[in-house]
């Protein structure tokens, strides 16, 4: 299937243990992660209980903790890491020249 890269920011812009937000479309972000270990990952970044922005919330391990009620989600699987059930998508993230991209599906893109 086709697939968009989606152009986050330099690099060198996304220090370890942060992360930022890119918007895709209207009503849609993503946020972007790094570990303090230097892992990238991308998920959606509204949380699923109610809304709040994931990429302003602690990054704990591999882990980020929501800013509003302090639900935990795995950055690698997008799981809540406190109980089952609620969820985030993940995206798959690349470095290519100094950037990082998010990559999606085309069918992802059109939603
Ligand atoms: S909005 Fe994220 S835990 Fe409530």
């Not at 972000?29 to 892992?39: H, L, M, N, P, Q």
């Not at 980020?64 to 993230?93: A, D």
Request: net charge negative; charged share 20%; glycine share 10%.
């Amino acid at each position: 299937m086709p697939t968009t890269r989606l152009r986050v920011c330099a690099e060198s812009e996304l220090a370890a243990g942060t992360g930022r937000r890119v918007l895709v479309q209207p009503g849609w972000e993503i946020g972007v992660f790094r570990t303090r270990e230097g892992a990238l990952h991308a998920i959606d970044n509204a949380c699923p209980h109610a809304g709040a922005p994931l990429h302003n919330g602690p990054i704990v391990g591999g882990d980020v903790v929501c800013p509003l009620h302090l639900w935990s989600f795995s950055l690698t699987t997008g799981k809540c890491t406190l109980f089952e059930g609620p969820e985030v998508e993940v995206y798959p993230i690349e470095v290519d020249a100094g950037y990082i991209y998010v990559l999606l599906e085309e069918e992802d893109a059109d939603e």
